[in-house]
């Protein structure tokens, strides 16, 4: 398979680089937990814009963390293909989000008929209710509360807090990672050899491409010198747009998103959900 993210400018590898062109990481980025001091009750952005040249890892990594203090409602879509034994598989995600804590994800893999094969995730913010068609199991119960102490202990290292987000999405999901990426960046990318590589377009804006090479922190099936992250990162917001990962230089997973509306008009009833009538509740 061709490479799927081409940026428009590319860093030469050398002893150095242009002065305008950031170089490669050479320390560990620790702030996924050192979310800014609130202004008037209010979180906000550490890094309000990025300047006009390509920026480096480190300030890309901390504008990345305070993406979703960048708007106060989001509609998104992303499509996922993946490659595997089974050929390509392609899943669809529709994102509705409204701070503080509203939330609905719908996924769907249309390989399985319109019907049937769709999982539902909405929260308001102390409730989550779920629902997977294909099995008619549903689930309503509390959000379940962060661990005390590890986003605002001040005698904690940086890598030991975590980032508390502002509304809450389905853990370990691309919306999560898309929108708070800044534990994927601290404990995953910042783990490999990481670079800002140039700009793309994707979804009719413009976005910064960053590479990680061979980053440690991932599944044993990937546990491989020719094992790439390449991201492309929101300009003016810091959100995930795209995400492409390969072996070998052969891409086994391209996640981008095909529809970004960040502040859009969202009606109460994007966050509505009812259960059908023959759901089995597990809890």
């Not at 019907?115 to 509390?142: C, E, F, H, I, L």
């Not at 509304?167 to 800002?196: K, R, W």
């Not at 020719?226 to 997973?253: C, W």
Request: aromatic share 6%.
């Amino acid at each position: 398979m061709t490479d799927i993210l081409q940026p428009t400018r590319r860093v030469k590898t050398g002893a150095r680089a242009p002065a305008t062109i950031p170089a490669m990481s050479t320390a560990a980025w620790d702030r996924a937990g050192l979310v800014p001091v609130p202004v008037a009750g209010r979180p906000r952005p550490e890094i309000t814009a990025l300047r006009g040249e390509l920026p480096s890892v480190d300030e890309l990594f901390t504008f990345m963390r305070d993406a979703e203090l960048r708007f106060e409602s989001l509609r998104m879509r992303i499509e996922e293909h993946v490659w595997n034994t089974r050929g390509e598989e392609l899943t669809l995600i529709e994102v509705a989000l409204r701070h503080p804590g509203e939330v609905k994800v719908l996924s769907s893999i249309p390989a399985h008929g319109t019907t049937g094969s769709y999982d539902v995730w909405v929260s308001d913010g102390s409730t989550v209710q779920t629902y997977v068609a294909s099995r008619k199991v549903g689930t309503r119960r509390p959000m379940r509360p962060l661990v005390r102490g590890v986003a605002d202990a001040a005698d904690l290292p940086g890598r030991s807090r975590v980032y508390v987000p502002v509304t809450m999405l389905p853990a370990e999901s691309l919306p999560d990672l898309f929108i708070h990426p800044a534990g994927y960046s601290q404990n995953v990318l910042g783990t490999g050899a990481c670079a800002v590589t140039g700009t793309t377009v994707v979804a009719g804006r413009e976005a910064i491409v960053l590479e990680s090479d061979h980053p440690r922190a991932i599944e044993v099936v990937a546990d491989r010198p020719d094992f790439r992250v390449r991201l492309a990162v929101d300009r003016a917001d810091g959100v995930i747009l795209r995400l492409e990962e390969s072996i070998g230089g052969q891409v086994t997973r391209d996640a981008i998103v095909t529809s970004y509306a960040p502040n859009a008009p969202l009606p109460p009833s994007a966050f509505s959900f009812t259960f059908p009538s023959d759901t089995t509740f597990l809890y």
